[in-house]
């Protein structure tokens, strides 16, 4: 299944070492004024091969717009993204065309699917996630009409944690970290990881500003479910957290109330979401990313004939997956609060009836 989303809907295609990546987003509303640079600049931020600190495959990642736009405005239509692979160097897994690495989604894909494109991990590999990225900057477009907001920033690496949280900083750091004063302790992380030709684990904070309260579904589209839902299914992401999730287990309700005045929530422990639905206030998601499963350490695996065997891998790969990631998982909730905000609009007559004021065109 390669399609998500209930009114904007996301499909996209291709693979790693294939022609490109693509997407085809459908239900984006008319007359939003596109910003090719700003789309652009987003697809750049998940860029690789920037620093020390990501993947050292370069690739030029132009955006191509097939259609759906004219004239600088959305036309309603389905909008066709194509973004083509040029730095692809298949050469690098040919000693692996039989052999699974382990913790990667190479030994799954092949036992389900019974072929396999070892050429950079075929359509299991994050080179997918440039395409989340174009279409979450084609929601932020939508998003930026109500004035909401989704920024991100690295909150760990490898248990180190920001104990300041600025999403400026993030933008102007190499590893988006949301902490100038604990940046520099991550960097270290990841290069001793680097040396030791291992890689690491991080976790990505996303929040998204001024949303209004009311978004999200119940019983079964609840904003937190499909948060979760949409994250998990991002490569690497092994755990979600809604606010103060995991701390508000082990606490009392008195400590974990969110009281309030007339002005609104006195704390923000929900992380802006109530019974499935959105409160007003900011939402807050952590996002953990496992380390890169691509490491240079040789480790015991199998073969695709169930030989044992000892791994020595080559090629290109980020020693952390958090980072590129963390722009992954804005853009993913970027797409489900556009989507929740399109549904809303049909979930009220109040609403509705704002639209179809008097029956006339
Ligand atoms: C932005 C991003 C970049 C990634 N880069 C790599 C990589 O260079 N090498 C690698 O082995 N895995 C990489 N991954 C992770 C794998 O795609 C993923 O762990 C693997 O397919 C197994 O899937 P799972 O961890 O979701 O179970 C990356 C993930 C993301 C989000």
Redesign the pocket.
Known sequence: MNTFGKMLKVTTFGESHGSGIGCVIDGMPSNIKVDTNFIQNEVNR?KGGLNLYS?QRKESDIVEILSGVFDGYTTGAPIGVFIKNNNAKSKDYENIKNIF?P???DFTYFHKYDIRDYRG?GR???RE?IARVASGAFAKLLLNEFNIKVRSGIYSIGGIECKDIDFDNAINSEIYSLDKNIENIQKEAIQKAKRNHDSIGGVALISAFNVPVGLGEPLYYKLDSIIGDYMLG?????AIEIGNGIESSKILGSQNNDEMCKNGFLSNNSGGILGGISNGDTINIKAY??P???IFKPQKTISTHNEETILTLKG???PC?AI??S??AESMLALIIADMLLINASSNIKYLKKIYKNNKF
């Open positions: 998940r993947t690495r913790s990667h989604a991990g299991s590999s994050a996630s991002l490569n690497g992401v092994k990313f496992k890169t499963p691509s290109r790969h980020d997956i590129r990631g722009i992954v």
